[in-house]
């Protein structure tokens, strides 16, 4: 489809060295937190649903923080808007820590499960939520399940209609229920008719021609530590950054099968069986492998691998009007 073209890698107001700049910057590394409660991420397999949050994201996303402060590193927290909304006191308490705040949504709904006109309504509402609570001005954003890609590209106009400065939720490899392959492994500006954003992509190491992802979630938790060890080396010689992500529940052993069975009567107990197998394994492992990453990399907030005051100022570019409903995607030409 050649309707209109939201990409262009190559923005006239960076020179090569000052996009090469960002990528050296003694910020380090970035991490991020998508914060959201244990359940969430394993009934996206289910639909879309809403289950309303629980204590246990406080809890975690505490633990997460005490941890971060003892490390004396700063993160970007992605919180879900129906999680802010909740629990306003969590946000606070993050952004007091001296932590970015970001938006994941309002409810963990994927970009597929929206119509443009529901995804802007409902990131704005977690955006005013997350701002009121924390204080903050909310500048990035994290799609559910990395679900940003061409079919749904449509939502980068909204992020920029709505003043988010950059986005961090496109996995630049093949994978099968997510992932933009052949998109960019660097940060690169995104020019939409509402302004200019950045996308920041998730982390993949390359090897033998394969994109292989690296250093978050499922991927920290799954591997060995010295595979993520490795990736980070590796990007360190390509002069990349990683951005590493994770979730609150990671590190919660607990799960309360009997609250999911509550709001999810229909769904089998070998279905709930094989989505803790998937969700919550080798969970005892993960503060240990964060610690000695923490105390072995650098790292800091995605603002601050973007730089500050350098997002955003380039004027929106003029270009014809997108189709109603984002059913037609944009021309990824230079992908
Ligand atoms: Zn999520």
């Given at each position: 489809?050649?309707?209109?073209?939201?990409?262009?890698?190559?923005?006239?107001?960076?020179?090569?060295?000052?996009?090469?700049?960002?990528?050296?910057?003694?910020?380090?590394?970035?991490?991020s937190v998508d914060v959201e409660?244990?359940?969430?991420?394993?009934?996206?397999?289910?639909?879309?649903?809403?289950?309303?949050?629980?204590?246990?994201?406080?809890?975690?996303?505490?633990?997460?923080?005490?941890?971060?402060?003892?490390?004396?590193?700063?993160?970007t927290w992605f919180f879900l808007?129906?999680?802010?909304?909740?629990?306003?006191?969590?946000?606070?308490?993050?952004?007091?820590?001296?932590?970015?705040l970001g938006a994941h949504g309002?409810?963990?709904?994927?970009?597929?499960?929206?119509?443009?006109?529901?995804?802007?309504?409902?990131?704005?509402?977690?955006?005013?939520?997350i701002?009121?609570?924390?204080?903050?001005?909310v500048?990035g954003h994290r799609?559910?399940?990395?679900?940003?890609?061409?079919?749904?590209?449509?939502?980068?106009?909204?992020?920029?209609?709505?003043?988010?400065?950059?986005?961090s939720?496109?996995?630049?490899?093949?994978?099968?229920?997510?992932?933009?392959?052949?998109?960019?492994?660097?940060?690169?500006?995104?020019?939409?008719?509402?302004?200019?954003?950045?996308?920041?992509?998730?982390?993949?190491?390359?090897?033998?021609?394969?994109?292989?992802?690296?250093?978050?979630?499922?991927?920290?938790?799954?591997?060995?530590?010295?595979?993520?060890?490795?990736?980070?080396?590796?990007?360190?010689?390509?002069?990349?950054?990683?951005?590493?992500y994770?979730?609150?529940?990671?590190?919660?052993?607990?799960?309360?099968?009997?609250?999911?069975?509550?709001?999810?009567?229909?769904?089998?107990?070998?279905?709930?069986?094989?989505?803790?197998?998937?969700?919550?394994?080798?969970?005892?492992?993960?503060?240990?492998?964060?610690?000695?990453?923490?105390?072995?990399?650098?790292?800091?907030?995605l603002?601050?691998?973007?730089?500050?005051?350098?997002?955003?100022?380039?004027?929106?570019?003029?270009?014809?009007?997108?189709?109603?409903?984002?059913?037609?995607?944009?021309?990824?030409?230079?992908?």
């Open positions: 489809m050649k309707d209109y073209l939201l990409v262009d890698t190559v923005d006239k107001t960076l020179t090569p060295s000052e996009v090469l700049e960002r990528e050296i910057s003694p910020a380090g590394h970035a991490l409660d244990w359940y969430n991420a394993a009934v996206l397999a289910l639909g879309r649903r809403v289950i309303p949050p629980t204590e246990a994201v406080v809890r975690n996303t505490e633990r997460l923080l005490l941890l971060f402060a003892e490390m004396r590193v700063q993160a808007g129906e999680v802010a909304d909740s629990f306003p006191g969590l946000v606070r308490r993050v952004a007091e820590a001296g932590h970015e309002y409810h963990h709904h994927r970009l597929q499960e929206l119509d443009p006109a529901g995804f802007r309504r409902s990131l704005g509402r977690a955006k005013d939520v701002e009121q609570a924390g204080g903050q001005r500048r799609a559910v399940a990395f679900s940003m890609g061409r079919e749904t590209w449509w939502a980068m106009e909204a992020l920029a209609e709505l003043g988010f400065d950059y986005d939720s496109v996995f630049p490899f093949r994978g099968v229920r997510y992932g933009m392959s052949g998109a960019p492994l660097s940060p690169y500006p995104v020019r939409t008719r509402r302004g200019t954003l950045w996308e920041v992509p998730l982390s993949v190491v390359r090897w033998a021609g394969l994109r292989i992802p690296a250093c978050g979630g499922g991927y920290l938790r799954h591997f060995p530590l010295a595979f993520t060890r490795a990736a980070l080396r590796c990007l360190e010689r390509e002069r990349r950054r990683a951005v590493v994770l979730h609150p529940y990671e590190l919660d052993v607990d799960y309360d099968a009997g609250y999911l069975r509550q709001w999810l009567p229909a769904v089998s107990h070998r279905r709930l069986r094989w989505l803790r197998w998937t969700q919550y394994r080798r969970r005892a492992g993960t503060i240990p492998k964060l610690r000695r990453l923490l105390a072995e990399f650098s790292f800091g907030t603002a601050a691998m973007l730089g500050t005051g350098r997002v955003n100022p380039t004027p929106s570019v003029p270009l014809p009007r997108a189709p109603e409903g984002g059913s037609s995607g944009p021309t990824l030409s230079t992908f």
